[in-house]
């Protein structure tokens, strides 16, 4: 069974940085595009990166300061976010095995159980 398990969110102050990691178990995705997404409360999950054997991708939002990378070998993948913001707080959520637009929350087969971030100003 396949699952996706977070970790590494935790408070930070606005300005500092986290490195939340998703751990994939009882699959390989080094072949899949795997994702991170965001959920604030009372608004929908949005698209924040991509990684995939060819690249990466990113939402404008975080372009210059948040960067998605694997480690194949531990089959985990990892968002490294710089210079946050408190309006970045939410739930982070890893995403696996994409088909269709990388944006989009209905592409993806697999999720994680989020892990949550909190910007504090």
């Known amino acids: 069974q396949v699952q996706l398990a977070e970790s590494g969110g935790g408070l930070v102050q606005a300005g500092g940085s986290l490195r939340p990691s998703c751990a994939a178990s009882?699959?390989?995705?080094?072949?899949?595009?795997m994702g991170w997404f965001r959920q604030a409360p009372g608004k929908e999950r949005e698209f924040v990166a991509a990684?995939?054997?060819?690249?990466?991708y990113s939402a404008d939002s975080g372009k210059s300061r948040f960067t998605i990378f694997r480690d194949d070998a531990k089959n985990t993948v990892y968002l490294h976010m710089s210079s946050l913001k408190p309006k970045e707080t939410a739930v982070y959520y890893c995403?696996?095995?994409?088909?269709?637009?990388?944006?989009?929350?209905?592409?993806?087969?697999?999720w994680g159980q989020g892990t949550q971030v909190t910007v504090s100003s």
């Open positions: 009882g699959h390989t995705f080094r072949r899949h595009y």
């Open positions: 995403a696996a095995e994409a088909y269709g637009s990388l944006e989009l929350v209905s592409s993806y087969r697999h």
């Open positions: 990684i995939w054997s060819g690249g990466t």
